[in-house]
């Protein structure tokens, strides 16, 4: 009995994450985004709770700019964002290094790490950022 909810469990989390590739697959990202905390004590709840504000945050001040980001435990606490910024945004930063210093003042809980979105970038594992992304649904947030 144990068994079968566990195997309905991973079927119902395999189609949330499947339905949120398809969705984010259409969007035209700029950044791929890597955050960390300072701390390696981190629960999911409050990490997830700085991922909620750090969305709100960018939203508050870029209303066009879209934003998804998800935590991941293992193998140490952090998590990951898309960005796609709307044009004239886009057009203020000449580099991912510049990109990352304005960004940088939107999450202090740690550094942070972008690069510019490669769609054709895919591993055998995790298949491509969207994918790796989603691997866990229930810790993603977006705007």
């Known amino acids: ?3 079968d909810r566990e195997d309905e469990m991973q079927t119902l989390l395999t189609y949330a994450r499947e339905a949120w590739v398809q969705v984010w697959e259409q ?3 700029d950044y791929w985004i890597r955050l960390q905390w300072r701390t390696e004590a981190i629960g999911a709840t409050t990490a ?5 504000r750090f969305v709100r945050d960018l939203h ?21 964002a898309l960005l ?3 044009r004239r ?7 991912p290094v510049e ?3 304005w960004l940088q003042l939107y999450w202090y809980h740690g550094p942070i790490w972008a690069e510019p979105f490669d769609p054709s970038k895919r591993s055998l594992e995790r298949g491509g950022a969207v994918e790796y992304l989603a691997r866990e649904p229930g810790t993603v947030v977006f705007g």
């Open 60 to 80: 508050r001040q870029h209303r066009t700019l879209r934003v998804v980001a998800g935590f991941h435990a293992d193998p140490f606490p952090h998590a990951h």
């Open 1 to 3: 009995m144990m068994g």
């Open 99 to 101: 990109f990352t210093d």
């Open 84 to 86: 796609a910024l709307s």
């Open 48 to 52: 997830q709770d700085h991922l909620e």
């Open 89 to 95: 945004l886009r057009g203020r930063f000449l580099n």
């Open 27 to 29: 969007i035209r990202w």
